[in-house]
T-cell receptor, first 116, second 113 residues
Framework: GAVVSQHPSRVICKSGTSVKIECRSL??????MFWYRQFPKQSLMLMAT?????????EQGVEKDKFLINHASLTLSTLTVTSAHPEDSSFYIC????????????FGQGTRLTVV | AQSVTQLGSHVSVSEGALVLLRCNYS??????LFWYVQYPNQGLQLLLK??????LVKGINGFEAEFKKSETSFHLTKPSAHMSDAAEYFC???????????FGKGTTLSVSS
């Protein structure tokens, strides 16, 4: 149990376009999900906390108007990269925890975004 | 504030040798500690976690880690490395269940035959 699915796994887009990444909890409900970003050969950095039914909480330095987060249901959070630029190219990963395993984070497979 | 330090960005071992990946943390409260493994272009797989139970934690694939409060350490070990262990390893900490994790910079493990 506790499976988190992320889609797409890879996406290539042109500069100036927007890309939506989905994070789904398949077998549990998640009132909170987390979005991380990982640059090549680097660690994961928390971007934002996605809260079901309310606004996301962004970490310092993360542009909320560029990285739009929507958590419209208890099993789905989406991250939309708006007006993408090549420097937005990165690996984006989400995580969530079920209520009975809150001490453990379950991660999606990640999304490799390449902006050309 | 919490932080995680992984000593050694790259560790190389021979197949069959002991694996030791170091992790030190700082936290003002009893932490939750984790080790994750990541293969290229994939998500994170949990190896093991410490959540204030036994200080010696056994995980998957023969890995284990020992929580040492006096040393603020949570080093990851495996008695005998396999080629398939070659990957990126991340140590992470959180101070509450259900909160975001703070990750170390990662250690790349290389295994040679």
């Amino acid at each position: 149990g506790a499976v988190v699915s992320q889609h797409p796994s890879r996406v290539i887009c042109k500069s100036g376009t927007s890309v939506k990444i989905e994070c789904r909890s398949l077998d549990f409900q998640a009132t909170t999900m987390f979005w991380y970003r990982q640059f090549p050969k680097q660690s994961l950095m928390l971007m934002a906390t996605s809260n079901e039914g309310s606004k996301a909480t962004y970490e310092q330095g993360v542009e909320k108007d560029k990285f739009l987060i929507n958590h419209a249901s208890l099993t789905l959070s989406t991250l939309t990269v708006t007006s993408a630029h090549p420097e937005d190219s990165s690996f984006y990963i989400c995580s969530a925890s079920p209520a009975n395993k809150r001490a453990e984070a379950f991660f999606g497979q990640g999304t490799r975004l390449t902006v050309v | 504030a919490q932080s995680v330090t992984q000593l050694g960005s790259h560790v190389s071992v021979s197949e069959g040798a002991l694996v030791l990946l170091r992790c030190n943390y700082s936290s003002s409260v009893p932490p939750y500690l984790f080790w994750y493994v990541q293969y290229p272009n994939q998500g994170l797989q949990l190896l093991l976690k410490y959540t204030s139970a036994a200080t010696l934690v056994k995980g998957i694939n023969g890995f284990e880690a020992e929580f040492k409060k006096s040393e603020t350490s949570f080093h990851l070990t495996k008695p005998s490395a396999h080629m398939s262990d070659a990957a990126e390893y991340f140590c992470a900490v959180s101070d509450q269940a259900g909160t975001a994790l703070i990750f170390g910079k990662g250690t790349t493990l290389s295994v040679s035959s």
